[in-house]
């Protein structure tokens, strides 16, 4: 018997299990009903599918997902797994040759509509074959409690009793206890049996912004996630055709997305976001439930969100491939009073809980020093221990002092003054680091007295100074072009000349702001060519392009530069099917392009902020926070572990962390001196460990902690790690 983690390498091209994956698999394997809760992109499908390719017989997936069935089953077929769909929207011929299919035992995976499976037809043909596994998805359906009851899946009970051989596998995303233990009384599942996942979404960083011109920080962040896919969630359908429609005539590649549209419309603008063909996809609530592309990059909310809930969920839809993805809620109190304004027309406990919602979800934002992760998994019954995520704008940004930016406010006034109150915040800035555009020069602002006097912070620093001007009320904002003037505030403030506090962003910050993409070092030429060849083969074949390969897959390509098969198949997400299907194409767009700029195929171990950023310890690649920062620049500045332990008054794991992060992304640490002090491993542990990190990289510890038998812990482990990386480094070309 294959065991499933090989079947996990050689089908479908991954090298670990995601967290509880094999746990859940193995208790499938030896029959035991299982109900698995993981949060979306946790890796459900694989609990199910590694198993139907071990099973003899036949393995049945409900689900109520229609649009989605087709979508699995063009992946699995591309991953060579022999799997049909059978339900309504299928034609009678095509209805029957599915059934003909299945009944001369020619598939492993049939996916079903609840509805289809109750029909007496479906019911008979199952009864023909040998059924090994029933597959429940959503399964939070079966409960009246669920966000989402539906009849026909209480019924699924009666379809279990039909076929008492088959081991019964319930998954679903959300869960509250209460929903849970619904499913497992519903299906007479026992406790044991239950495996549920952290909710955490390590790889999604979580920011929550100031709202104040919205739509011109739309477009700033789409600058920095250029080329990528992403979703932006409106609170009305209005929002949703202004901005769209907007974003349209800045040439960017969008559709909009709403329950007014025609089903036809709205289909069409799903599959142009499916199929690569549009990026962006602008949407109320009504979008995210059906689809599966895993390679969102970036969700923005435009408005607030009307819970948690929904805010959990409509962000888990970015980064379900685990590489690296970006949330930004853009905040501001008036939207409060927006959604307070449809909560009062409702009544009675609708009401109440409406309002609660409501008061959770600004109680979120407008938190500015907590976790992030920590009010979002307590809201999911998880608690958050860590002290710091690193990968939130709460634990990546030092709490800002304010500062005293009188000189700078009393420069932008003046110039506001001086061009007569009649531009905006732009050009006020061009004048001040004396430029010298056509607009400039044709209004002769070159022969100002402010022109030219702000050269000390750069445009970005002035923009966010004009910002606070505005939002502290001495400066107005008015018309279509945001003309500026000044308040009786501000002209008094002048007079008077009081001191005006505030935030002089990092220059240093900003930049590395903007280049908050997927974190991690490849060849972006080379990546845009494969993702060309990927899409004319998607096309070609009618699928969408993450069906051929993911977007991590392609990452990893331009990182390594295979030259050959055996290469390719080290590749995450390159399968002995994938590869004999499409190996080929792509070698031959990497080769000659390698030979054209003189690049050699790199070491395929790859490097760690490569892997599946879901569970790296760092969560993202290049970028890291301020703190972990500080903690490598001391590191390396002579500090020892103890001294920054004190210093920041966290605990040796954390230090160690911090630093593992720091190196990870790239950054060189010093000679490992106090490392060397600090382990207490013997040179033959310190050897097997090494030797393990050579084979399976330095992801993980828990490898080289099973290969010690335990006799190092976690910490002494994260010090090997560690003299590793700065050996590794030390051997690395410059
Ligand atoms: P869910 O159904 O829980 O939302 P999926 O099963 O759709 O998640 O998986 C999300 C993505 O993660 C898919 O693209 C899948 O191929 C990928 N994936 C699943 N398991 C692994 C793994 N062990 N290693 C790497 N990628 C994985
Ligand atoms: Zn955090």
């Known amino acids: 018997m294959t065991s499933p983690a090989d079947i996990l390498k050689q089908t479908f091209g991954y090298d670990t299990f995601r967290p509880l994956q094999q746990e859940v698999i193995q208790n499938v394997l030896a029959r035991k009903d299982t109900l698995a809760v993981m949060p979306t992109g946790g890796g459900k499908s694989l609990c199910y599918q590694i198993p139907s390719l071990v099973f003899d017989g036949l393995t049945v997936v409900v689900s109520p997902l229609i649009s989605l069935m087709k979508d699995q089953v063009e992946q699995l077929r591309a991953f060579g797994v022999p799997s049909l769909f059978i339900n309504s929207t299928l034609s009678p011929q095509a209805y029957q040759k599915s059934m003909d299919h299945v009944r001369r035992g020619e598939v492993k995976l049939l996916y079903v509509a609840p509805e ?182 970036f969700v923005i909310h435009f408005d607030l969100p009307k819970s948690v809930e929904s805010y959990y969920q409509e962000i888990g839809r970015a980064g379900r491939d685990g590489l690296p993805a970006f949330c930004t809620l853009l905040y501001s109190y008036s939207d409060v009073a927006k959604i307070n304004y449809f909560i009062d027309q409702k009544e009675g406990d ?91 020069m044709r209004w002769e602002h070159d022969k100002l007295s402010t022109y030219g006097i702000g050269g000390e912070l750069t445009k970005k620093q002035w923009m966010h100074i004009a910002r606070q001007l505005l939002s502290m009320g001495y400066l107005k904002q008015e018309g279509e072009y945001h003309t500026l003037s000044l308040t009786a505030r501000a002209l008094e403030s002048l007079k008077k000349r009081e001191t005006v506090f505030g935030v002089v962003q990092e220059a240093e910050r900003t930049k590395k702001d903007g280049k908050r993409k997927v974190g991690i070092e490849y060849n972006h030429a080379l990546f845009a060519i494969l993702r060309q060849k990927r899409k004319e083969m998607a096309d070609a074949d009618g699928v969408p392009p993450y069906v051929i390969f993911s977007d991590r897959t392609l990452t990893e390509m331009a990182a390594y530069y295979p030259q050959s098969r055996e290469s390719l198949l080290k590749i995450a997400g390159v399968g002995q099917v994938k590869l004999s299907q499409y190996g080929d194409a792509f070698l031959g767009v990497i080769k000659p392009f390698c030979e054209k700029h003189g690049l050699q195929e790199s070491a395929l171990t790859p490097s760690p902020s490569l892997r599946d950023a879901s569970r790296s310890p760092s969560g993202r690649g290049e970028s890291i926070g301020e703190r972990t920062r500080i903690v490598g620049e001391s590191f390396n500045d002579g500090a020892t572990i103890q001294d920054l332990m004190e210093r920041q008054g966290v605990t040796k794991g954390t230090i160690l962390d911090h630093l593992t992060r720091y190196a990870m992304a790239g950054n060189k640490l010093r000679n490992g001196g106090d490392l060397h002090e600090a382990t207490s491993a013997t040179p033959e542990q310190q050897q097997a460990t090494f030797a393990v990190f050579d084979e399976s990289g330095t992801m993980y510890l828990k490898p080289v902690f099973d290969k010690l038998n335990g006799a190092l812990n976690y910490d002494e482990l994260k010090i090997l790690r560690l003299l590793y990386l700065i050996y590794q480094q030390g051997n690395a070309a410059p």
């Open 350 to 440: 609708e009401k109440r809980v409406a309002i609660q919602h409501l008061d959770a979800i600004v109680r979120f934002a407008e938190d500015e020093r907590t976790c992030r992760r920590k009010p979002l998994l307590n809201y999911f019954g998880e608690s958050y221990e860590a002290d710091n995520c690193s990968n939130c704008d709460n634990c990546t940004s030092a709490p800002t002092p304010l500062a005293d930016i009188t000189v700078y406010a009393q420069k932008f006034l003046s110039c506001v003054k001086r061009a007569d109150e009649k531009f905006g915040a732009g050009h006020i800035v061009d004048i001040l680091l004396g430029s010298k555009n056509e607009k400039v």
């Open 116 to 297: 289809t499976l109750l029909t007496q037809r479906i019911l008979s043909l199952l009864d023909s074959v040998q059924v090994d596994c029933l597959t429940i998805d959503e399964a939070h359906c079966i409960s009246e409690w669920g966000h989402d009851f539906r009849p026909e899946y209480r019924q699924l009970v009666e379809v279990r009793k039909r076929f008492p051989k088959a081991v019964c596998l319930a998954l679903t995303a959300t869960a509250t206890s209460r929903v849970r233990q619904d499913i497992r009384n519903t299906l007479k599942f026992s406790t044991t049996n239950e495996f549920v996942a952290s909710f955490n979404r390590e790889n999604l960083y979580i920011e929550v912004v100031r709202k104040r011109e919205p739509v011109g920080q739309v477009i700033e962040l789409l600058d920095r996630y250029k080329d990528q896919s992403g979703i932006i969630y409106c609170f009305s359908r209005k929002q949703v055709d202004e901005l769209a429609a907007y974003l349209a005539s800045k040439k960017y590649s969008v559709r909009p997305y709403h329950a007014g549209l025609e089903d036809s419309d709205r289909r069409k603008n799903q599959e142009a976001f499916i199929r690569d063909d549009a990026q962006i996809i602008v949407a109320t609530i009504a979008f995210g439930m059906g689809i599966n592309k895993p390679n969102v990059r």
